[in-house]
Each structure stands twice: as C-alpha cells, then as structure tokens.
C-alpha cells in the first residue's frame, strides 16, 4: 500500500483530490488542512510521498518542505498547486522537492507523478520547462544560497511585487486583491525587509532579479 500525506488548507480540494487518488486501490491519503498539523503528524507516522500546497496560511509549502527535509532528508515530497510556480523554482528544488503537480491535471496524470517519485524521479510538467528556458531564471550560485536564506516570498506578496511592477497604487492593490489598504501597506513592509530594499523602485529591481517578477512587468 502506498501512504500518501496531502496538505491542503482548502477542504474541498484535499478530499477532491484524496478521492481522486484513491481510485487507484494501492494508493491510501491522508489530508491535513495545515502544515503545523503535518509536522506534528510525521512524528509518529510514515509516508511515501507527500503532496503539499504551495500557497498555505502560517507555514507555507515551501516552508513545510524544509521542515520535513531538514528533519528527514529521505522524504518525496511534490508540490501540489494551482499557481505559477516558475519564479520560486530556484527556492523549490533546494528546499529538496522532487516535482511539481498541477491541481489541474488529470487522475492518470495524478497517479503518474506519484509514481515516478516513488521511483525518485523528478516530476516536472513540460510547460514549466519550456518557461524556464525562455525566462532564464537561474541564479548565480552564491545568489541563489542568499536568497534561499534570506528571501522566502509567498504568492501573495508575489501578486503585490507584480502589481508594483505594473505601477498600481496601494489602493488599486487593494482593490484588485480584495484586501485592505492597511493589509497591502503590511505586506509592502514586510517585502521591502525580505528583500532588503527601502523603496518601490529598488523592490522591483531585486525581485527581477531574483526572478520574482518577469521583465514583461517593466513594459
């Protein structure tokens, strides 16, 4: 029997895609809606291969990921998202993934890419790879080591980062991302920390950098 542990804050999409999984009757899931839960769970259980959402309150699933590598490098863990992933490519493979899952793919597709980890494959999907090659997001290695250390930015503040680039204001922030004006305000902080900048303007130049936003933002 193969164990699989899926962490997913959105209820609907964990027992969607346990039900899914466990079509295929070698394949058991268990579905933990936050990552404190899953670490607490690991401590007592096993899993072959886990499967964790990218985009999670508190601990994000690149976050998660460390954890659980750092406590057991030995671990097979996908990220399982419905976002764009490229720009934290770099961040994702060295924090110890071995792929990448589209919460739209398909139920073949689904048990496919478990297999192939169980195989220690790498499972990344074609497109993202035809994105990599045109963007060129690598990073210099000693870059990349700084950035794995210093700068962890989730989707959100992605999505702010972006909009920036664009020129929005904090209020058409707001208003784009149904959020608070003040809520956008603290999430510019906390950006401009992580990236270790002290305006817009540098914010946009290091998160280009850093292969956050693409160059078709600037234009």
């Keep these: 029997m193969?164990?699989?542990?899926?962490?997913?804050?959105?209820?609907?999409?964990?027992?969607?895609?346990?039900?899914?999984?466990?079509?295929?009757?070698?394949m058991r899931v268990t579905v933990l809606p936050s990552a404190?839960?899953?670490l607490e769970l690991v401590k007592t259980e096993s899993f072959d291969v886990m499967l964790f959402d990218l985009n999670m309150p508190v601990i994000s699933g690149l976050e998660l990921t460390k954890r659980m590598i750092s406590a057991n490098p030995d671990h097979r863990i996908l990220i399982y998202t419905g976002y764009e992933i490229s720009p934290n490519f770099n961040l994702l493979i060295e924090s110890g993934v071995c792929g990448f899952i589209s919460k739209t793919v398909s139920r073949e597709q689904l048990h496919n890419a478990i297999r192939c980890a169980l195989r220690d494959e790498a499972v990344i999907p074609v497109q993202l790879l035809r994105q990599l090659r045109r963007r060129d997001i690598r990073l210099s290695q000693d870059r990349e080591e700084k950035a794995l250390e210093e700068v962890s930015?989730?989707?959100?503040?992605?999505?702010?980062?972006?909009?920036?680039?664009?020129?929005?204001?904090?209020?058409?922030?707001?208003?784009k991302l149904l959020m608070s004006q003040r809520t956008v305000e603290y999430n510019l902080t906390r950006i401009f920390e992580k990236l270790g900048v002290r305006s817009r303007s540098e914010a946009i130049v290091e998160a280009k950098r850093l292969g956050l936003i693409s160059s078709s933002e600037f234009m």
Excluded: W
């Excluded at 193969?2 to 009757?25: A, Y």
């Excluded at 989707?155 to 707001?174: F, M, P, T």
């Design 153 to 175: 930015i989730n989707e959100r503040e992605q999505e702010i980062l972006q909009e920036v680039a664009s020129g929005s204001s904090n209020k058409d922030i707001a208003s």
């Design 2 to 26: 193969i164990r699989i542990l899926l962490v997913d804050d959105h209820p609907s999409v964990g027992e969607g895609t346990k039900n899914m999984i466990e079509q295929d009757p070698d």
């Design 36 to 38: 404190m839960d899953a």
